[in-house]
C-alpha cells in the first residue's frame, strides 16, 4: 500500500491519461456516491464510467485508484462521512465557491454521477424520495445558478440557505448511506401497520417541543424510556462517542436534550447540567451543541473548573464560546488585559449581543429557527439559551460589557 498523498498523485496521473479527464475532487466525490449504493458496483462497470477509455494501462496508477475507493468504502463502513477540506462554501466570496473551477461543485456532480447506477425501479417510494432529495441538494451545490434556484425555494436569502444546508451536509449524506444500504428492506409489510404510530409520535413530539407543563414533562419521561426500550439495552454502550451517526437514536438525544431545557426551566439547573454533560459524553463531536447551553447553565452556578475544561474541548472561536470565556476571565481577574482582550473578540464576533444583552435592542417573541454567525439571529440563539441570566450570574458583568 502506497501513502495517500501518493496514491492521490497516481490517481490524477491515471486520471490525465483517460478520455474523461476527472479532477481529483469529482474522482473522490464519485466514490462516495458509489458507497450509497444499496448494491455493490464493480470496478470493471464504475471505471468506464468514471473515466473514459484509458489509454495508458499502468499497474501502480491503476492500484493507486483502487486504494482510494477502497479507503473511501471502509470509512463508509465505519460511518467516517466527510467532504474534502477544500470543498468549502466561502461566507465572503459565495459565488466563487461555486464556480466551475473549485471543488465543491466538482465534488457533488462527481457524487451526483455514480449515483445513476442506483436502480429507481427496486426502490421503495420513501428511498426514492430519499434520492430526489440528495440529488437536489447537491446539484444546489454545483453552480451559482443551481444555488439561487434551489436554495430561494428554502429562504428569501439563498446564501444563507446554502450555508445553512452545506452544515447539515455530511449529516444528510450518512442518513442516506444508512437508508440505502444498512436499514431494514421489509417496510412494505409494516407501512400500514405504522401509520397510526408515527402520526401519534409526530403529535405528543410537539406537545413535548413547545410545552412544558406537567402533562407535556410526564410525556416526556414515557417518550424517553419508550425510545430507550426499543433501542436495547447496550445501545448506549454500542454507540458510545457517535451517537449522532445512527439516526434511529437522534430521536432519543433530542428528548433528553428537551428535558435539560425544562429542567433549566424549572430551576433544576445542576439536573440539567448532568444531563447534558451525558449527551457530550455519548457523543463528544456534539452535533446537538449542547455545549452552548450547557457552558451557560455551568457559568450560573459558578462552576468554573468545569467552564474551563468545556471552553478547552472544543477550542472555538463562536459567539457562545467567547462569551463564556469572557465571562470566566473577568469573574476571574476583573477587568484585567486579557479579558477585555477577549470582550473586544466578542463584540467583533456579533455586534449585536451587546445590545441585547444590555436591553438597547428589544427581544422579539419569535425565536429563530436558525442563525448566522455575526447576525441577528445568532445573537437571539444565544439569549435563547439562557444568555440573560448567565451574564446576570456574574456581578458586574453586564456594566463591564458596555465598557469600551
Known amino acids: 500500500m502506497i501513502s495517500p498523498q501518493k496514491a492521490r498523485l497516481q490517481t490524477i496521473k491515471f486520471s490525465s491519461f483517460s ?17 450509497c449504493s444499496p448494491e455493490l458496483i464493480v470496478p470493471s462497470l464504475w471505471m468506464e464510467d468514471l473515466f473514459g477509455d484509458i489509454v495508458l494501462d499502468n499497474e501502480e496508477q491503476m492500484q493507486a485508484v483502487l486504494q482510494i475507493y477502497t479507503s473511501q468504502m471502509d470509512d463508509v463502513m465505519e460511518m467516517k462521512i466527510k467532504l474534502p477540506a477544500k470543498c468549502v462554501l466561502s461566507k465572503t466570496d459565495f459565488k466563487s465557491s461555486l464556480s466551475p473551477e473549485s471543488a465543491l461543485p466538482s465534488w457533488c456532480l462527481g457524487m451526483i454521477k455514480s449515483l445513476n447506477f442506483i436502480d429507481v425501479q427496486l426502490l421503495s417510494a420513501r428511498h426514492k424520495d430519499d434520492l430526489l432529495v440528495i440529488k437536489e441538494t447537491l446539484t444546489a451545490f454545483t453552480s451559482i445558478k443551481n444555488a439561487k434556484h434551489i436554495f430561494s425555494k428554502q429562504n428569501d436569502d439563498y446564501e444563507l440557505a446554502g450555508h445553512r444546508m452545506k452544515r447539515l451536509l455530511t449529516t444528510l449524506i450518512a442518513d442516506f448511506i444508512h437508508e440505502m444500504r444498512f436499514a431494514g ?48 439495552p447496550d445501545f448506549e454502550k454500542n454507540n458510545l462517542g457517535q451517537m449522532w451517526l445512527n439516526p434511529e437514536i437522534r430521536p432519543y438525544m433530542v428528548l433528553r436534550a428537551r428535558r435539560a431545557q425544562i429542567n433549566f426551566e424549572k430551576g433544576l439547573i445542576d439536573p440539567a447540567i448532568k444531563e447534558l454533560q451525558e449527551l457530550i459524553e455519548l457523543n463528544p463531536n456534539d ?29 472555538e472561536r463562536s459567539t457562545f464560546m467567547l462569551a463564556a470565556q469572557a465571562l470566566m476571565l473577568f469573574a476571574q481577574s476583573g477587568d484585567s488585559k486579557e479579558s477585555k482582550q477577549i470582550k473586544r473578540q466578542l463584540k467583533k464576533s456579533n455586534k449585536h449581543l451587546e445590545k441585547y444583552l444590555t436591553g438597547q435592542s428589544k427581544i422579539p417573541k419569535q425565536v429563530p429557527q436558525a442563525y448566522q454567525s455575526g447576525d441577528k439571529s445568532e445573537a437571539l440563539t444565544y439569549i435563547n439559551l439562557a444568555g440573560k441570566e448567565t451574564w446576570r450570574a456574574v456581578d458586574g458583568a453586564l456594566f463591564w460589557l458596555r465598557r469600551k
Open 19 to 35: 478520455s474523461l479527464k476527472p479532477d481529483y475532487y469529482f474522482i473522490q466525490g464519485y466514490f462516495m456516491g458509489l458507497a
Open 185 to 232: 428492506e421489509d417496510e412494505g409489510a409494516q407501512e400500514e401497520e405504522s401509520k397510526v404510530d408515527e402520526q401519534a409520535f409526530r403529535e405528543i413530539t410537539q406537545i413535548i417541543m413547545h410545552q412544558s407543563d406537567d402533562n407535556a414533562c410526564r410525556l416526556l419521561e414515557e417518550m424517553i424510556s419508550f425510545q430507550a426500550a426499543q433501542l436495547g
Open 287 to 315: 452535533n446537538q451543541a449542547n455545549r452552548y447551553p450547557l457552558v451557560n447553565y455551568l457559568i450560573i452556578k459558578q462552576r468554573w473548573s468545569e467552564v474551563e475544561g468545556l471552553l478547552n474541548l472544543y477550542e
